[in-house]
């Protein structure tokens, strides 16, 4: 609906430049939809276990609800093998671009492999929603709704059978600018869900491309055990039971976001989940997994990275004209993300919950802030 009326509301040279851009992804996804990828000696490779997930990220959940900058996300996926499969589309292009990247060797070299796939959600607004017009000294509102393809690859050493790091690469395909972050958001403050008492928001149609704009984004990330230590039985012998374990990653987004990261994640707790089973990237659109757990697991996980800014789309706007976006000299080109979560899992189903997530401001303005919220994750495994 957002997408017809952007269509009849816009000017012919706007709906020219929109053509193309849909008529070129369409025809990079369906010349060759029915092709099928070189897979021989590969499907073994696949993690047999599927799951679902359902993921909710709320400034509320956090226990400040302060309903600015990341207020809101909804990410619905599914992880398993049958989420690699071409005819979805999606992977076949997350495919040509790992190919155009140079991972796609990378990948087919691994000894493991878990794909996923998700819809996904995000909403930003600024501190004062109550006016109509663009808040000029704050970030403007933005939401980008969209499809990821995700594909882990697990590598492990030449003499063991130890995995000894994960690649991972991410396609998104999404629009942005829809009217689904106004209209969400009004229904809550209206209703006064989840203990909300700010007002209805009036400024989302100033938000970036507002009307709708395709947009994408490829992201890279890499994540290594740097130490795992294990939990032992009655007569003092090493289980396969962790109890503490620090990991490395690094990331690269390009595309909407443009961007680098590093950091280290800490996990403390009795679990078997391996250190890839987690996605730490913040508001990540997909946290992955694909494993049943053999017995009951409760652990604790803390994440903290640095990330290096290039262009962000969601702040400085993409192609389509829009009532206010920042520049480069008034954005954070550093800025600093941290996170602590609680993992129960038993057998099929997993809860995730991270009642904190922190990060600092992305923008240098006299409104400049740093903006907690938290997640919830429920997963059913198969």
């Not at 957002?2 to 369409?26: A, D, G, Y």
């Not at 819809?119 to 109550?130: Q, R, V």
């Not at 039985?233 to 090493?238: C, M, S």
């Not at 800025?335 to 129960?344: D, K, L, N, T």
Request: glycine share 8%.
């Amino acid at each position: 609906m957002e997408i017809t009326r952007f269509f009849f509301t816009s000017k012919p040279s706007q709906i020219m430049k929109h053509l193309i851009v849909c008529i070129v992804i369409l025809l990079f996804g369906c010349t060759n939809l029915k092709a099928q990828e070189d897979q021989e000696g590969q499907d073994e490779k696949y993690i047999q276990d599927q799951s679902i997930s359902l993921i909710i990220d709320q400034d509320a959940f956090s226990g400040y609800n302060e309903d600015r900058n990341y207020t809101m996300g909804l990410s619905i996926g599914y992880a398993g093998k049958f989420a690699d499969k071409d005819w979805l589309l999606f992977p076949w292009m997350r495919k040509k671009v790992d190919w155009l990247f140079g991972f796609k060797g990378l990948h087919q070299s691994g000894e493991q492999f878990l794909p996923a796939i998700a819809i996904f959600f995000s909403g930003f607004t600024p501190e004062n929603i109550a006016v109509a017009e663009p808040v000029i000294n704050d970030r403007p509102y933005s939401s980008i709704m969209g499809i990821s393809s995700f594909r882990s690859t697990l590598m492990k050493g030449d003499q063991d059978e130890i995995v000894q790091y994960a690649f991972s690469t991410r396609l998104n395909i999404g629009i942005l600018g829809l009217n689904i972050g106004r209209d969400v958001q009004s229904h809550i403050h209206r209703e006064m869900w989840i203990g909300s008492t700010r007002p209805v928001p009036l400024g989302w149609h100033n938000q970036i491309s507002q009307g709708g704009e395709p947009t994408a984004l490829y992201q890279m990330q890499f994540s290594k055990p740097a130490f795992i230590a294990y939990g032992l039985d009655k007569d003092g012998q090493e289980t396969d039971r962790k109890k503490l374990e620090l990991m490395y990653v690094a990331e690269c987004n390009v595309g909407y976001y443009n961007n680098i990261a590093v950091g280290t994640v800490f996990r403390i707790g009795r679990y078997y989940t391996p250190f890839w089973y987690l996605n730490s990237s913040g508001m990540s659109s997909v946290n992955q997994t694909a494993l049943m757990a053999p017995k009951f697991e409760f652990f604790f996980t803390f994440g903290i990275r640095a990330r290096a800014v290039l262009y962000n789309v969601l702040l400085q706007g993409q192609f389509r004209n829009t009532e206010h976006r920042l520049y480069y000299n008034e954005i954070s080109p550093l800025i600093f993300e941290s996170e602590f979560g609680v993992v129960m899992r038993y057998k099929k189903l997993s809860l995730i919950v991270h009642p904190f997530q922190l990060r600092t401001s992305e923008h240098r303005l006299s409104t400049s802030r740093t903006h907690i919220w938290g997640s919830a994750s429920l997963i059913f495994s198969f």
